[in-house]
T-cell receptor
């Protein structure tokens, strides 16, 4: 079974530029999550999708971050404009929408904002 | 809201020695508990989870954890570590019956020394 795919793996941009990350979840997984992991910290949930609808985006900085999952499969997370403090690893995870099912994580995209 | 405290940010241990990584949580409702491992430049991988039933949970790679409700703890143990166990370990909680959202601790870097 293929795992969660993410691209790119690494990205370096200057502040005020825009950047986009892509995630393809495990086939059949209805729930998709984006996490931000700052160096030295645990992952923090940014947004959660159920199929193509948003379940929770309460911790997403909506003035600069946006995310979509148009067809209920793959998803894109965008930052525009980027700030220095956005430097982090952005993790995508997916799961089956039933209780007690595990979240499976992708390898992440490491973003450095200069 | 839930919170997770991992009491040790770094744990060095010699190969073949036992190890315990500590995790305490705070929640006013029932929770599910997880341990994830993150190898360098990789995503998170589930080690084990506690949902209900026996408080001693066995996971992959010889790890086990014990749920202690009275002490609100979920410590991870391994009787004999290997060099390959060197990684970051994250404890996480999920409010039972919730929208499947994980709250992570800040992580413990386990370094196994030869």
């Amino acid at each position: 079974e293929a795992g969660v795919a993410q691209s790119p793996r690494y990205k370096i941009i200057e502040k005020r530029q825009s950047v986009a990350f892509w995630c393809n979840p495990i086939s059949g997984h209805a729930t998709l999550y984006w996490y931000q992991q700052i160096l030295g910290q645990g992952p923090k949930l940014l947004i959660q999708f159920q199929n193509n609808g948003v379940v929770d985006d309460s911790q997403l900085p909506k003035d600069r971050f946006s995310a979509e999952r148009l067809k209920g499969v793959d998803s894109t997370l965008k930052i525009q404009p980027a700030k220095l403090e956005d430097s982090a690893v952005y993790l995508c995870a997916s799961s089956v929408w039933t209780l007690q099912e595990t979240q499976y994580f992708g390898p992440g995209t490491r973003l450095l904002v200069l | 809201a839930q919170s997770v405290t991992q009491l040790d940010s770094q744990v060095p241990v010699f190969e073949e020695a036992p190890v315990e990584l500590r995790c305490n949580y705070s929640s006013s409702v029932s929770v599910y508990l997880f341990w994830y491992v993150q190898y360098p430049n990789q995503g998170l991988q589930l080690l084990l989870k506690y949902l209900s039933g026996s408080t001693l949970v066995k996971g992959i790679n010889g790890f086990e954890a014990e749920f202690n409700k009275s002490q609100t703890s979920f410590h991870l143990r391994k009787p004999s570590v290997h060099i390959s166990d060197t990684a970051e370990y994250f404890c996480a909680v999920e409010r039972s019956g919730s929208a499947r959202q994980l709250t992570f601790g800040s992580g413990t870097q386990l370094t196994v020394l030869p």
